[in-house]
């Protein structure tokens, strides 16, 4: 081998291994203050500090015994699933209007549909509350999972839409052919293939709105969700509880999004597999 062969695979080496370490870097970046927040829940001493004191599970034992807890982990379950749900449903009402039909203005459409994410959510916390307060939705449960549906459908419109996107066109005029009704095709060849891509988006969504905290705060009033509690926790003192709770959310958020990848993992991996068979 050559000196310039070897020289261009010593280079390529070690720019793999700055790609990899920068990789790790990042994630340490980003993973640590959680990671610490795991670990110092652990920690038996009240105030965060090194060395660690002894592990405890004295402050899971707290949150576990907090009336107040458990009220937000109740009012939180609630509007996931329910905005979960709702926002699945139109997200993927909205993704198949965009991959059936062609109509004046879909670009319009497409680009109202995809704007609630994008929009500062500080805005968009008092533009739901101005507006709720007018209908007298403000400060229940129902005025939550109706935010929540709102920033959560984008998410479950644009994860339908990329499954869409895979499906051959000529799927559901080859099943009307046969005799099929549109709802039969919708139900028989369009809900299969889209399926996974339904639970992943379920899944995403249910995680946005278990985490989301800020416009949650200005609408829920007295029913508040689980990181309004925090807030809470946070404004009294400073309480070792919220390391607890916080661990707790970020592995109950992280099952979530876990499941909705895997979900779209196979049905990428199922894809593949058919389409080598079809070759």
Same mark, same amino acid.
């Given at each position: ?5 070897? *020289? ?15 990789? /790790? ?11 610490? +927040? ?12 090194? %060395? ?18 458990? #009220? !937000? ?33 879909? *670009? ?11 929009? %500062? ?60 009704? #549109? ?37 829920? !009033?007295?029913? #508040?969700?689980?990181?309004?509690? /925090?807030? !809470? ?19 109950? +958020? ?22 080598? #068979? *079809?070759?």
């Amino acid at each position: 081998m050559s000196d310039d062969g070897a *020289q261009d695979i010593n280079r390529s080496r070690a720019v793999d291994w700055a790609l990899r370490a920068y990789v /790790v870097a990042a994630y340490a970046f980003v993973f640590a203050p959680i990671l610490a +927040s795991f670990v110092f829940s652990f920690n038996s001493d009240r105030f965060p500090s090194l %060395p660690l004191g002894q592990f405890s599970l004295d402050w899971y034992r707290a949150v576990a015994a907090d009336p107040l807890v458990w #009220e !937000g982990l109740r009012n939180t379950l609630l509007v996931g699933v329910v905005a979960g749900v709702i926002s699945t449903a139109l997200g993927f009402g909205a993704a198949y209007t965009d991959y059936r039909y062609q109509f004046f203005g879909k *670009q319009v459409y497409l680009a109202l549909a995809l704007l609630p994410p994008t929009i %500062p959510v500080i805005i968009m916390g008092l533009a739901m509350l101005a507006f709720l307060s007018r209908m007298d939705l403000s400060g229940n449960a129902l005025s939550v999972i109706i935010s929540h549906v709102v920033i959560c459908a984008p998410f479950a419109m644009a994860i339908v839409r990329l499954r869409l996107s895979q499906m051959d066109p000529a799927l559901e005029p080859a099943a009307w052919n046969l005799g099929a009704s #549109e709802w039969q095709t919708m139900r028989h060849v369009v809900m299969p293939f889209t399926r996974p891509a339904i639970l992943g988006a379920l899944f995403i969504t249910m995680a946005v709105s278990f985490d989301e905290f800020a416009i949650a705060w200005f609408v829920s !009033g007295l029913n #508040e969700t689980l990181p309004v509690k /925090v807030l !809470g926790f946070l404004q009294g003192q400073v309480s070792p509880r919220i390391n607890a709770i916080g661990s707790f959310v970020f592995v109950t +958020s992280m099952t979530l999004v876990i499941l909705a990848q895997v979900l779209l993992a196979g049905r990428d991996t199922t894809a593949r597999r058919a389409s080598g #068979e *079809q070759e």
